[in-house]
């Protein structure tokens, strides 16, 4: 099983809002990634949690709280956003040990709208 | 720094003629490269990756890709294109160290396939 699952699949929210993202897999691979992806752009690297500790901040705004509760799980919280950070949120991970060839494998994202 | 560079935004080809994405990186190292695929509204799937075993890499789907060191390329090949295979494709090359790796993207190159 290769299955990253993300959800929710949409989520429309307001400016002042708190919501979260969540993403699950279930292949006993340590390290998650947080991608955002604007429309014709490629995806663009968040944060990197590895064994369950944060080890890539991208210098992403305080309104994005990335969690990793355990190995299986990885969640985003959002707050206060703007409407330039619609996107689509994917999310991935990879079984950390294979370094530089390690494959990541991707959700299928959640696609934010912020009014 | 590792960077790639993808020619070529939008391909358009015919159904059953020959495709190629082109896809030339920048590495002070040997790289290890990745192309994925984006189908609309999805997240990104492994076509095929580059771990210096082999020079030329088949993937998934009839896909391929050759590594030439002396023109700093991973060029995506599929013999004869499909409906299907209408789709972004994205080249990416592993960064990083200390155990913790990231992938860079290049911009992306939309395929059209036409009937």
């Known amino acids: 099983d290769t299955e990253v699952t993300q959800t929710p699949k949409h989520l429309v929210m307001g400016m002042t809002n708190k919501k979260s993202l969540k993403c699950e897999q279930h292949?006993?691979?340590?390290?998650m990634y947080w991608y955002k992806q604007k429309a014709k752009k490629p995806p663009e690297l968040m944060f990197v949690?590895?064994?369950?500790?944060?080890?890539i901040n991208e210098s992403v705004p305080s309104r994005f709280s990335p969690e990793c509760p355990n190995s299986s799980l990885l969640n985003l919280h959002l707050h206060a956003l703007q409407p330039e950070d619609s996107a689509l949120y994917l999310c991935?991970?990879?079984?950390?040990?294979?370094?530089?060839?390690?494959?990541?494998?991707f959700g299928p994202g959640t696609r934010l709208l912020v009014l | 720094a590792q960077s790639v560079t993808q020619l070529g935004s939008h391909v358009s080809v015919s159904e059953g003629a020959l495709v190629l994405l082109r896809c030339n990186y920048s590495?002070?190292?040997?790289?290890?490269l990745f192309w994925y695929v984006q189908y609309p509204n999805q997240g990104l799937q492994l076509l095929l990756k580059?771990?210096?075993?082999?020079?030329l890499v088949k993937g998934i789907n009839g896909f391929e890709a050759e590594f030439k060191k002396s023109e700093t390329s991973f060029h995506l090949t599929k013999p004869s294109a499909h409906m299907s295979d209408a789709a972004e494709y994205f080249c990416?090359?592993?960064?990083?160290?200390?155990?913790?790796?990231?992938?860079?993207f290049g911009t992306g190159t939309r395929l059209k396939v036409l009937a």
């Open positions: 991935a991970s990879s079984q950390l040990g294979g370094g530089f060839q390690e494959t990541q494998y």
């Open positions: 292949m006993g691979h340590r390290a």
């Open positions: 949690y590895s064994y369950e500790k944060l080890s």
């Open positions: 590495s002070s190292v040997p790289p290890y």
């Open positions: 580059y771990t210096s075993a082999a020079t």
């Open positions: 990416a090359v592993s960064d990083g160290g200390s155990g913790t790796y990231k992938y860079i």
